[in-house]
T-cell receptor, first 114, second 114 residues
Framework: GNSVTQMEGPVTLSEEAFLTINCTYTATGYPSLFWYVQYPGEGLQLLLKATKADDKGSNKGFEATYRKETTSFHLEKGSVQVSDSAVYFCALSDPDPIVRDMRFGAGTRLTVKP | KAGVTQTPRYLIKTRGQQVTLSCSPISGHRSVSWYQQTPGQGLQFLFEYFSETQRNKGNFPGRFSGRQFSNSRSEMNVSTLELGDSALYLC?????????????FGPGTRLLVL
């Protein structure tokens, strides 16, 4: 079945450091891929998405490129801020357009220190 | 535009009781999905409703049920609560059902079963 594997955390970085959170997926067909962020005590917020191979999603300085050949969707940011501290979830939606069953990775907790 | 709202935000119940959670989607969104988030199992899809009909269902026992009203508001019910049902229950709305529609999440209802 469809699944998502993302790097285990926690990840601790200093402010202005470069961030990479790895995400790989298993799916038949062409799923859409997402990164969601969850701040303490809140629900999930959509950070970015990509719907086809080689698409690059970007938002708030974060980027991720849909790589079909490596089945990956790694999240990157060139210079993190303290306010980026949160849990990040990689997710995919079923390639079948009428099936919901979104699958999430386990989440990676990021802490950015001043 | 107002986001997804969920009520109540926090709930404490005892084993054997039942509980009903409510979700109001973003205005104009007709699909509502429910997810359970626990430290052990992560985020798991429960079900999706569109036009008052369940369209997709995850792998949860029949104690978990839901419904959607004509105004797209949705309720989720859990009967005969078990300790393992303690979780953050997230609701997400989208314009239509299925994997091609981006979901927007509410803040969640945190349920504690004693």
């Amino acid at each position: 079945g469809n699944s998502v594997t993302q790097m285990e955390g926690p990840v601790t970085l200093s402010e202005e450091a470069f961030l990479t959170i790895n995400c790989t997926y298993t799916a038949t067909g062409y799923p859409s891929l997402f990164w969601y962020v969850q701040y303490p005590g809140e629900g999930l917020q959509l950070l970015l998405k990509a719907t086809k191979a080689d698409d690059k999603g970007s938002n708030k300085g974060f980027e991720a490129t849909y790589r079909k050949e490596t089945t990956s969707f790694h999240l990157e940011k060139g210079s993190v801020q303290v306010s980026d501290s949160a849990v990040y979830f990689c997710a995919l939606s079923d390639p079948d357009p009428i099936v919901r069953d979104m699958r999430f990775g386990a989440g990676t907790r990021l802490t950015v220190k001043p | 535009k107002a986001g997804v709202t969920q009520t109540p935000r926090y709930l404490i119940k005892t084993r054997g009781q039942q509980v009903t959670l409510s979700c109001s989607p973003i205005s104009g969104h007709r699909s509502v999905s429910w997810y359970q988030q626990t430290p052990g199992q992560g985020l798991q899809f429960l079900f999706e409703y569109f036009s008052e009909t369940q369209r997709n269902k995850g792998n949860f026992p029949g104690r978990f049920s839901g419904r959607q009203f004509s105004n797209s508001r949705s309720e989720m019910n859990v009967s005969t609560l078990e300790l393992g049902d303690s979780a953050l229950y997230l609701c997400a709305s989208s314009l239509a059902f299925g994997s091609q529609e981006t979901q927007y999440f509410g803040p969640g209802t945190r349920l504690l079963v004693l």
